[in-house]
């Protein structure tokens, strides 16, 4: 018996390309974002350039896993499942038995659907040539974008595909399959952990897990986090009137796991998070900057940097962020 490849349901795949998502293969996507059109445009970069040197016009945006996750985030800007009228809904977790694609197949196809984006800057004015011909070759390949990647097996071959193209790479993750992080068989450059609360309880009302158990498997990968040589991030995805008010259970958890960085970064009222969430919601940088304020009161993390524009701020026991020149 022939099982099933695991593909994007056509009526999402289509309200994604409207979206600017390009396919590739079965079940990935690319989408270049905000900041990389800034970089080729306007010569801004984001907030990952500021801390860790990440070059935003060499950043190759992309997902294994579109429109596929365990969760369904109250402040995830991706179209969920729960979203759809019943019958538009889609199975959201792929069956164990189910096909992926090759991790050499997506991370040459990424890379191609990449370079056809690129193209489309040239014979506008830019703001550097140079850097347009380096975005042409992504020196960098941030694993997030949409939908949870560690839902793809595969997850450590396609890191181990890109790095043997001299690429550096930052997998985001929502932490609930640990059993892909003990198995990795490349670390990423950089590991992200969301983590969007300090107790199962808001937890479970900010994520509404798919399944029964991902508080606990949230806490067993950030475990598993102080094992890796890469650096880790705890991203805390602040939302204003939902998980702020409590620094000192944040730090209890900080000081659990110790991460090399914290990094609290504001929910942005963009997406279908629009639908669950208020504008009232979206905490200012300055709202931001209080609360990491408060975590390096309690934890001994200090300030390292901070970006206004995304509203994000980073905090280490580092002298200095650990910074990448994406080899």
């Not at 164990?96 to 991370?107: G, H, K, N």
């Not at 390949?141 to 793809?152: D, Q, R, V």
């Not at 992080?181 to 969301?194: A, F, K, M, N």
Request: glycine share 4%; hydrophobic share 35%.
């Amino acid at each position: 018996m022939v099982n099933d490849v695991v593909r994007v349901p056509d009526h999402v795949k289509e309200l994604m390309e409207k979206q600017g998502y390009k396919f590739v293969l079965n079940h990935s996507a690319v989408k270049p974002c905000y900041w990389f059109r800034e970089a080729l445009m306007r010569g801004r970069t984001c907030y990952k350039n500021k801390f860790f040197g990440i070059a935003t016009w060499s950043c190759l945006q992309m997902t294994p896993a579109a429109s596929f996750c365990n969760l369904q985030c109250l402040y995830c800007w991706r179209l969920n499942a729960s979203d759809m009228p019943p019958d538009f809904r889609w199975k959201e977790i792929p069956d164990e038995v189910a096909r992926w694609d090759d991790p050499e197949d997506i991370a040459e196809e990424s890379i191609r659907v990449h370079r056809v984006l690129v193209q489309g800057y040239k014979g506008v004015k830019v703001f550097s040539e140079r850097w347009l011909r380096e975005a042409e070759v992504p020196k960098h390949a941030a694993i997030s974008l949409t939908g949870e990647p560690m839902l793809y097996p595969h997850i450590g071959g396609l890191v181990n595909e890109y790095r043997s193209r001299g690429m550096t790479t930052f997998i985001v993750t929502n932490g609930t399959l640990p059993e892909r992080l003990e198995s990795l068989e490349r670390e990423p450059t950089q590991l992200y952990v969301t983590v969007p609360a300090y107790e199962e309880g808001l937890y479970k009302r900010i994520t509404r897990p798919l399944i029964p158990d991902a508080w606990q498997r949230l806490n067993r990968t950030l475990e598993l986090i102080q094992s890796l040589s890469a650096p880790t991030v705890m991203r805390i995805t602040a939302i204003k009137g939902l998980n702020m008010d409590k620094p000192e259970e944040w730090a209890k958890l900080i000081e659990k796991y110790e991460p090399t960085y914290v990094e609290p970064k504001a929910y942005m009222y963009v997406g279908y998070s629009r639908r669950r969430l208020s504008r009232e919601n979206m905490p200012s940088h300055a709202e931001v900057r209080e609360f990491a304020e408060a975590l390096a009161e309690r934890t001994g993390y200090r300030i390292l940097s901070e970006v206004p524009e995304s509203r994000v701020v980073l905090l280490s026991k580092l002298e200095k962020p650990i910074r990448f020149d994406g080899r």
